[in-house]
């Protein structure tokens, strides 16, 4: 069963610095997704991600599939980022996804 | 607006009461999942179901039961549940079993 890890736990920063949150997996996977979840629960996919890395807005996703790492990096952060970060990755064997414990990320004015 | 619904968003039961969860994806998908979000846990897999069939049942007690009707369609039945399977329900789609998933608003279940 795959195991991942994120970090921070919690990040609190001021607007506009540039956030970085850490992924690790133990296993070989099939994709890497990144999820944010604001209060209430409703979850979006951020990014799905199998190699490379993806842009979209001031938000940036790496993946290294050989170090089994991803990061995902929000620049000029707002206090309207402020959520939770989820990793999770398919594969492995399974369908569905495996989570790791998420970032709770606050961005102050 | 995401294209999955789920009801109803709130729900309190009894452990004797016998209820049902319901999921309906409005993006043509052919896989749909149902997930658990306990108080400070990782979110956690329960079921997966690809074209009605179930693929995954991640060890999850009997007394929760899915029911996949049709591909648009996800139910999870609920009885003799206990406190501590109060927690959010997530219901999730997918074009194809890894592909990437778009999530319901969710169910808050609290168990009484």
């Known amino acids: 069963k795959n195991e991942v890890e994120q970090s921070p736990q919690n990040l609190t920063a001021q607007e506009g610095e540039f956030i970085t949150i850490n992924c690790s997996y133990s296993v070989g996977i099939s994709a890497l997704h990144w999820l944010q979840q604001h209060p209430g629960g409703g979850i979006v996919s951020l990014f799905m991600?199998?190699?490379g890395k993806k842009k979209h807005g001031r938000l940036i996703a790496t993946i290294n599939i050989q170090e089994k790492h991803s990061s995902l990096h929000i620049t000029a952060s707002h206090p309207r980022d402020s959520a939770v970060y989820i990793c999770?990755?398919?594969?492995?064997?399974?369908?569905?996804?495996?989570f790791g414990k998420g970032t709770h990320l606050i961005i102050q004015p | 607006e995401t294209g999955v619904t789920q009801t109803p968003r709130h729900l309190v039961m009894g452990m004797t009461n016998k209820k049902s969860l319901k999921c309906e994806q409005h993006?043509?998908?052919?896989?749909m999942y149902w997930y658990k979000q306990s108080a400070k846990k990782p979110l956690e897999l329960m079921f997966v179901y690809n074209f009605k069939e179930q693929t995954e049942n991640n060890s999850v007690p009997s007394r929760f039961s899915p029911e996949c009707p049709n591909s648009s369609h996800l139910f999870l039945h609920l009885h003799t549940l206990q406190p501590e399977d109060s927690a959010l329900y997530l219901c999730a789609s997918s074009q194809g079993p890894r592909n990437e998933q778009f999530f319901g608003p969710g169910t808050r279940l609290t168990v009484l």
């Open positions: 993006l043509g998908h052919n896989a």
């Open positions: 999770a990755v398919s594969g492995g064997g399974a369908d569905g996804l495996t």
């Open positions: 991600l199998s190699s």
